[in-house]
């Protein structure tokens, strides 16, 4: 059986994940701020790649973090970035294939895009979240920036983000959007699960 594309794409890319990267923490670090992470809520940093932000919000939870992703070569590179510390469950795995526990918050760092099936995506946020628990689509480029850094990336790896309130739309019926902005440097969208 082939593999999904969207793996094959991050699994060739992995090895050289980190020296593509030019995330200012500093700056990531004040758009994580505005989520609402609490010391000991459950997180999972869904698609997280390397691990770029898995540190960062183990610091806002005080709490193991999940750090979950589809391609096992960029979870690899994630493991092997924090062996020593063990603040972290690394997970290869499909999300939408996630049966366990249930989060308080779920982060999408710089990879939405790649969830080109939105309703499916929407459906299984809901599950996976406790009443009440928050999501947050965080991007540290503007989607024009971002939609030339996907320029030769075809349709079944990415797609364009849209307006933040045309992406806003899909959520209503099953969440609460408590921050939605963009400009040319970032790109966030917070919501929670209603009661």
């Avoid at 200012?24 to 390397?50: E, N």
């Avoid at 809901?126 to 320029?151: F, M, N, Q, Y």
Wanted: charged share 25%; aromatic share 10%; proline share 6%.
């Amino acid at each position: 059986m082939p593999n999904n594309p969207i793996q094959d794409f991050f699994d060739q890319r992995a090895p050289l994940w980190d020296t593509w990267a030019d995330d200012d923490l500093g700056y990531v670090r004040s758009l994580l701020d505005r989520i609402g992470i609490h010391r000991g809520d459950r997180v999972l940093d869904l698609a997280c790649g390397t691990g770029v932000i898995t540190g960062l919000l183990h610091e806002y939870s005080e709490a193991p973090v999940v750090a979950m992703d589809l391609s096992p070569k960029m979870v690899e590179a994630a493991r092997a970035k924090y062996a020593s510390v063990g603040f972290a469950t690394f997970l290869a795995q499909d999300f939408y294939q996630y049966d366990g526990e249930p989060f308080d918050v779920i982060v999408i760092y710089n990879a939405y895009p790649h969830f080109v099936d939105v309703p499916a995506l929407i459906q299984k946020l809901r599950d996976c979240l406790k009443t009440g628990g928050r999501a947050a689509i965080v991007h540290s480029l503007g989607r024009e920036r971002l939609a030339r850094h996907h320029e030769n990336v075809g349709s079944d790896i990415s797609r364009d983000l849209l307006p933040v309130e045309e992406e806003s739309k899909p959520l209503a019926p099953f969440f609460e959007v408590y921050e939605a902005e963009e400009d040319d440097d970032h790109y966030l969208l917070c919501f929670r699960k209603a009661d």
